[in-house]
């Protein structure tokens, strides 16, 4: 069942600000805009890179590896690929709260992956997920 864990301390993070924080052995990338936070798979749809160390510029983060652009508010890709995967997250007093789902999804760059099937069957990936 879906529930919520303290990720960060609103205070701790500055307008413009983007991380990583892990969630149950899962890193997700964790930014702030303005008041509002946005949290989604830090493995980049691209090719699996640290979005989480990328560059944040306004609404969009820039990844490291081949600065393709994202949009944090919906996950859209403003260059190419597919889109982020975004988490449910809010703000409650100074805890940023993450919504931690039933099941992780499977990593958006796997999508292009010649191996796919593969790496789905080995984490535990089933038909339909
Ligand atoms: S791995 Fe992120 S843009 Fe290529």
Not at 101 to 113: G, L, T
Request: glycine share 10%.
């Amino acid at each position: 069942m879906a529930h919520e864990v303290v990720v960060a301390k609103a205070e701790e993070w500055q307008d413009g600000s983007l991380g990583i924080v892990e969630v149950d052995g899962h890193r997700i990338a964790l930014c702030r805009v303005g008041e509002a936070f946005f949290a989604f798979d830090d493995r980049c749809p691209h090719a699996g890179s640290t979005l989480g160390l990328g560059t944040l510029h306004a609404n969009a983060v820039e990844c490291p590896r081949h600065q393709y652009l994202w949009r944090v508010t919906d996950g859209a890709a403003l260059t190419t690929g597919g889109p982020l995967t975004l988490f449910e997250v809010r703000v409650e007093g100074d805890s940023v709260l993450l919504t931690v789902p039933d099941r992780w999804p499977e990593p958006a760059h796997w999508a292009r992956h010649p191996r796919r099937e593969e790496l789905r069957r080995r984490h535990g990936f089933e038909e339909g997920d």
